[in-house]
């Protein structure tokens, strides 16, 4: 069996997408606290101050687990074990809109290696 670059680059291309989906997710949490903070200190009554938050971590939440199959998909595909776990996380990198391009090649790449696979 030849090893090829195609399921390396495919992990790779799976992993950056799936930290990129994690970062993200951070991304969204803070800025819901942030958001919170500034309505609390505005003097929003109550409970209404904290209504962003729940509503940006809820959003949050898909992109944590995603980036999380993602990010290991990509290690099984690096390391060239279990086909259809890196096929997976290839598959979750491609639906966070800002990375597609990233989750649609390391679906092309993974697919293209898969006799390489243990």
Not at 14 to 25: C, Y
Not at 45 to 71: D, E, Q, R
Not at 76 to 94: D, E, Q, T
């Amino acid at each position: 069996m030849q090893r090829t670059w195609k399921p390396v680059s495919g992990g790779v291309l799976s992993i950056v997408a799936g930290a990129l989906s994690v970062a993200l997710g951070l991304l969204f949490l803070f800025l819901g606290g942030i958001l919170s903070g500034v309505l609390a200190a505005v003097g929003l009554p109550g409970i209404l101050s904290f209504i962003p938050l729940p509503i940006l971590g809820g959003a949050a939440i898909p992109l944590f687990i995603l980036g999380t199959v993602a990010i290991l998909g990509g290690s099984y595909a690096v390391r060239r074990r279990n086909w259809p776990l890196a096929l997976a996380g290839a598959i979750c990198a491609l639906f966070p809109p800002q990375v597609t391009i990233l989750g649609a090649l390391a679906i092309v790449f993974i697919v293209m290696g898969k006799n390489e696979f243990d």
